[in-house]
């Protein structure tokens, strides 16, 4: 892997990163307590889902 690639890749990263953290703290109160999801946890959520 260049290192563009890799660049572009981190790049890419973060912003599905960022957008699945901001959906998460966006979720209304009902819907996040249904999915048993803590909105304060968003941090964490999103960097399980695209990191992990």
């Known amino acids: 892997m260049t290192l563009v690639e890799t660049i572009r890749t981190t790049l890419q990263k973060r912003a599905v990163y960022e ?3 901001k959906e998460l ?3 209304p109160l009902d819907v996040a307590l249904d999915l048993d ?3 304060a ?3 964490k959520i ?3 889902a695209v990191y992990r």
Do not use: E, G, M, V
């Open 19 to 21: 957008k699945t953290r």
């Open 25 to 27: 703290r966006r979720l």
């Open 37 to 39: 999801i803590d909105r």
């Open 41 to 43: 946890d968003a941090d």
């Open 46 to 48: 999103a960097y399980n």
